[in-house]
Structures are given as C-alpha cells and as structure tokens.
C-alpha cells in the first residue's frame, strides 16, 4: 500500500519509485482530522483538495489502482491512520509505503500504525536531514548565508566553478528598493476553476465557511499543467524586477514582483529545482539580470532547504520554544477585526482574500506588530499555519517561532526582527493613508509601531542591551530626553492595555 498525502502530489516522490502498478495499491485520502487541526483558510483546503482529486485521477489513467476517499465519503473514518486501517482492513495489505511526511504530528501517528511501515526520505529537497546535521555539528551559530552557499555548491547554482556568478554570493544589497510608483505586472497567473475545482469548492463552503478568508474567487493552480503556466508567466513577467523591490509593500497591489509559487512547490506540483533552474536559465538568457535571480534562488535553496533542516533539528517541541516569555492573546485584529493600523489591516486583508502575504508583510508588519505587543508565539505560529496557502509545519514553524518571533532564543535569528513605523514606511506606502502618524512616539494619532518598538526593547534589555547589533538602539534611546522616555514608555503600556482590553487599535 502506497500512501500518498496532500503535500506529496508528485510523480517522482520516493514512495512510488520501484512500485509496481499490477501489484501496489495507492491510497490517497481527505480527511476531517487534516482539515480541521487548526482553521485553515478556505482556499488553502480548496488547493489542496483539487490538486490530490486531479492527481488521482492521473495514476488511475497511468493505470494505477488507487483508493480515494473524498471528504464527506459516508465510510470515512476522519483521520489518516484511520483510512489507512480501513484500506488495510479491505485489501489484506500489511506493508505500508509512504514518503515522510513533512511534520512531527503526522511522523508519529504513522510510526504508531500496527503495520509495517517503510518511510522514505523525501527527495524532493536538495539537503537530507543527515546533510544538515553534519553541516550544523559544532557550530556555534546557526546562520543561513554559510548553509545557502553550501547548497551552491552542490546543486552548481549560479556558480563558476568553485565561484559564484557575478563575483559575490548574493546581491542583497540591489534588492532593498522602497516601493515602485507603479507595477508593470498584472499579478501571478489565474485559472477558471474547472469542474473538479468547482466542485471542491463548493464541499469548502459547506463544511468550511465559518474559517478565516474568503473561498472565492478562486483562481490557482490545481495541477501540474498549471504550475508549470504559472511557473512560466512569472519568469517571463516579473522575475527580471523580483530581486529590486521584493522586500517593497504596497497599498494597492498585494504581490508586486512575486511568484506566488511556494504553494506549488510545496504541495509536489513543482520541484525546487526545475523552478531554480528555470530561474537560471532566465540569467542566463539576459532576460533578468543576476540580483533578481540570485535573491530568487536563494529563497527556494538557501531559506526554503534550510528552515527544513532547522525544524527537523530542533525536533518536536521547537514549536512550544518561548525564550521571551510572551503570553499576550492573539488580538482579533488578526482575524479581521478592525484596526486604525492601515499597515495591518492591508496584509491582513489580502491575507483574508488570497491566503497570502509576502515575506516582509509577514516578517515585518504582521509579526513585528505580535513582537512588539508581546503575543504568546505558539498563538502566532497557529496564525500563520492556519491562514496561508503555503504554510506547513516544517515551513513555517522555523519562520515563525525562530526569524518572526525570536521564540528560539536566535537559533534562527542573531537578533529579533522587529522595528519602529519608520522602516514600514521606507518600505511602503502603508503610511501615507493611515490613521496615525507615523513620526510621532505619543499621543492619540501615534503610530503604535513607535511606542511598542520601545517599550519591547526597554522590556527585554538585560537580553538584548549586550547584543553588537543591537546596542545601537539603546545608545539611541539613551539620548533621548527622560521626560520622553517616561512618555513613550507609558504610551506603550497604554498600548499593552488596549491590546488586554480587547479595545480597537
């Protein structure tokens, strides 16, 4: 019996390399128990669910025999290893065939399974766990810029013989523009939901219309055919200007330059690498220039492959990690309350809409924002597992708990990412429209940014006040008057409080 999962819809996983189709059986399964472990947004079920109907349909066309069930299947036991039980149960199999999965909780009900289970090692990621951890073995610090040109040199990436392209490893330094005046990219590629899509549609709006985010209109990709349009119209469309303002944000246009194909490559209608490929390939061809290829790979190759070794480092518990000691209630404004905040209310919108934000809406704005007011971070890794189209536990947990929420103690991270309203507007237009002002640490109209940013970093200085990179803020802070220290200090309890009372912000 082959077992594969929703994220594994790929022919060339390791669970059906050597399978026979006049012997095996392929059991595929949509179950309550995966769609409900934390409320995920409409169209990430919707994604998910389509992909794996379109992609049994394709084995049973290659000639496979596949047993499906369909989530409101009136036989469904509701949980994995309860189909899996139930198929056994039907066929007589007792050997079981499966790639290992992509999170603990799902490893470990599988490892519990009274059959016999051969787990394989996910080949789609360019790093095996043993790779990682003999590159992390007596490091002091973990960081991924030395793990990424590891990576490099494997894969021969952008590389000139022992060399990088371009003469420097990456181009970080071309890929910080604020935002551009205007956008000459419509946006990733869109489908026409098809009859199998509608109809998964449909079952997600019944069972699933109370979740956070809105299941229509829904336009991505469900298949391979898809990916492979959408993977083709970005590269041709939008790489050449990625790297230049991929860090940019603004009010009226939710992806800029992005690709939107982590859902893709994450659920096994893309590889890593043909997409790293297809990128180079663009360089190469002089249709984009090097920092927006480069900043490109190194997301799928450096952070992507990395984030994975972390979490499965770290092990089981890295997801309860909380070094700051963080207890504060998730706020509603994360699920759509209303906020003054324009910076929140803008990557939470588009959150709601498209079950995606880029990296710097969900590091700097939406994460920040929780680091700043003190959000328990378990809270927050929920969030986030719960409302993107690309999240899953082993993506997005190192993400969250480790670069976003300083949760880890800076396994991940040298210091925590979090700022004033100053860096939001260098790097948007978020300010111009909003209901505070960005400039002021006090008052009725202060941008809540300002006093928090203090406020945090008054609250943890015996953790930070000695860290090289971030002594500076303290210095800064110093020079400052004490009467406004005591201000801006008490404007962020005020703040705090709010955030207890439930009070809009």
């Known amino acids: 019996m082959i077992v594969i999962l929703g994220d594994q819809l790929s022919r060339d996983i390791s669970s059906l390399q050597g399978a026979d189709p006049n012997h095996d059986v392929i059991v595929m399964a949509e179950v309550m128990g995966e769609a409900t472990y934390v409320p995920h947004h409409p169209k990430k079920i919707i994604l998910i669910l389509s992909a794996m109907r379109k992609f049994a349909a ?169 990916a492979l349009e959408a993977m083709d119209h970005f590269m041709r469309y939008a790489l050449p200007s990625f790297g230049d303002y991929q860090d940019a944000m603004l009010n009226e246009n939710a992806f800029l330059y992005h690709s939107f194909l ?49 979490y499965f480092l770290k092990g089981r518990d890295y997801t309860a990690s909380n070094h700051l000691g963080h207890t504060r209630d998730l706020p509603a404004l994360y699920w759509g309350a209303p906020t003054r905040m324009n910076c929140m209310a803008k990557s939470i919108q588009q959150t709601r809409d498209d079950a995606y934000a880029h990296h710097i809406q969900r590091l700097m704005v939406t994460g920040n924002f929780a680091l700043l007011a003190g959000i328990d ?42 700022s004033s309203g100053a860096y939001i507007n260098r790097m948007s ?36 006040a000695g860290n090289p990179r971030m002594a500076q803020m303290y210095r800064t802070f110093a020079k400052i008057s004490d009467q406004d220290q005591q201000d801006t200090l008490e404007q962020a309890q005020k703040i705090w409080a709010m955030l207890d009372a439930g009070d809009r912000l």
């Open 58 to 226: 394709q084995l049973r066309d290659q000639g496979w025999r596949v047993l499906y069930t369909e989530l409101d299947d009136p036989d469904t036991s509701h949980t994995l290893t309860g189909e899996i039980l139930r198929r056994a149960a039907e066929t007589g199999i007792t050997d079981v065939c499966i790639t290992e999965p992509t999170e603990w909780r799902v490893i470990d009900a599988l490892t519990d399974l009274p059959l016999r289970v051969d787990m394989r090692p996910d080949t789609r990621f360019i790093a095996s766990h043993a790779e990682f951890e003999t590159w992390a073995k007596g490091r002091k610090a973990l960081r991924m810029e030395y793990f990424y040109r590891e990576m490099r040199r494997k894969t021969g990436l952008l590389m000139q013989g022992d060399d990088p392209e371009g003469g420097q490893w990456n181009f970080d330094h071309d890929n910080r523009k604020g935002p551009p005046k205007s956008v000459a990219y419509a946006g990733p590629r869109q489908f026409t939901p098809d009859t199998v899509t509608q109809s998964v549609i449909q079952l997600v709006q019944d069972r699933f219309g109370d979740n956070f985010g809105r299941a229509t209109p829904f336009w991505f990709a469900t298949d391979r055919v898809q």
């Open 262 to 310: 982590a859902p893709y490559i994450n659920i096994g209608l893309l590889s890593p690498r043909e997409v790293c490929d297809a990128a180079q390939a663009e360089w190469q061809r002089g249709h984009a220039p090097i920092n927006a290829v480069e900043g490109f790979i190194r997301q799928i190759i450096g952070w992507r492959e990395y984030v994975r070794g972390i």
């Open 377 to 418: 971070p378990h809270q927050v890794h929920e969030w986030y597992l719960s409302v993107y189209a690309d999240a899953f536990e082993w993506v997005e947990a190192p993400n969250t708990i480790g670069m976003s929420q300083f949760a880890d103690g800076g396994v991940i991270a040298s210091k925590p990412y979090v």
């Open 429 to 464: 237009d978020y300010c111009k429209s909003c209901h505070y002002r960005v400039k002021d640490r006090t008052g009725d109209r202060a941008c809540p940014f300002n006093a928090l940013y203090w406020g945090f970093l008054d609250r943890h200085r015996d953790k930070f």
